[in-house]
């Protein structure tokens, strides 16, 4: 039986050149900015934004390789700024000898702002050109200050066709038998990650150069999902669930409850959501649908997972059902906007209680209408220059 584990396939085959870099046709495709600045050795600073096994690393060592400038690389992970300081010496002294110096930060969102204000006088002043790579949205965990001056390189999950690509490309060098439904399997467990897509194919190499659906099966056991708690995922499915809900798609909505919940996601924080939900977009629709997402919150805090999963799939259906209404939720939008225009209006003083002689004389609560016993129609309960203002589309 052949080992190939003393170089990792995800290493061995990662592309030198841009001709032989698979996929992100939008960032580095035929006239594009990042395939112009790097044939012509023209680079601003970049971040290059996407999920795990797209690219990022693998372009700036591209760049690395097809770049006049010295090439110095750090990670967020296991670097501070006593690192920092000394790349940038190397930098001031390549400035006075004329030349260019890129500085790649694997994993940039990982610093402090602290770090990452160091950096900034140096990207100002041209002594260093900045690539970042980053999983997260830049604009929630990078600078601004520094954002605004890099440009931000989007990239994206490849496409099935481009991982395919990838695996022939192995299976040629290699001289393997990949069959092709094995292929496809690869491609649908890697979800647009090479990197995965090359480590599933390595732990099949282990069964022999001859691989099919069923080595696969003795390969893998279950199927990786991407999700991180603390990421962009972790943003996007939850408005994802949430649309779904308010678009009356019970199918949608369980899907992306189930994401996140195989995901690892904490079921209390989906919980909680629910019940915001419940109010912002049932609201006075269905009163029931309040009670019911707190005792959802309530059971799910009492037997956690996996047996809360189905009772969070039952609320999720029943929301996402029911009929939706945002009374409430625009009513106190529209009555918070006149607080703060307005400020601190007095209640008007026959709705105020007299408890003494001296409030009773100052008109407290004088011609106050008792409702039970009296028509108050026409009593005012609003301060009197609001008087008028309706917060209630109906």
Known sequence: MTSYNIQPLADKFRPKTLEDFVGQKEAVGKNSFLKTAILKDSLSSLIFWGPAGVGKTTLALIIANQTKAEFLKLSATS????????????????????????????????????????????????????????????????????LSR????????????????????????????????????????????????LNILEKALVQGKKITKDTLANTIKKLPIYYDKKSDEHYNLISALHKSMR???????????????EGGEDPLYIARRLIRFASEDIGLANNSALMLANSAFEACHKIGMPECAVILSHTVIYLAKSKKSILAYSAYNKAKAEVEKSGNLRPPLHILNAPTDFMKKLGYGRDYKYTPLEDSSDQNYLPEIISKKKFLDQ
């Open 79 to 146: 670097s501070g700024l006593k690192d920092l300081r000394a790349l940038i010496e190397k930098a001031e002294v390549n400035k006075r000898l004329g030349k260019k110096t890129i500085l790649f930060i694997d994993e940039i969102h990982r610093w402090s702002k602290s770090q990452q204000d160091a950096l900034l006088p140096h990207v100002e002043s041209g002594t260093l050109i900045l690539i970042g790579a980053t999983t997260e949205n830049p604009s929630f965990e990078i600078n601004s200050a520094l």
């Open 150 to 197: 890099a440009q931000v390189i989007v990239l994206e999950r490849l496409e099935n066709s481009d991982l395919k690509k990838i695996i022939n490309r192995v299976e040629k060098d290699l001289k393997l038998k990949i069959s092709e439904e094995a292929k496809d399997i690869i491609c649908q467990l890697a979800s647009g990650d090479a990197r995965q897509a």
């Open 247 to 261: 678009g009356n798609d019970a199918n949608a909505s369980v899907y992306w409850l189930t994401r996140m919940l």
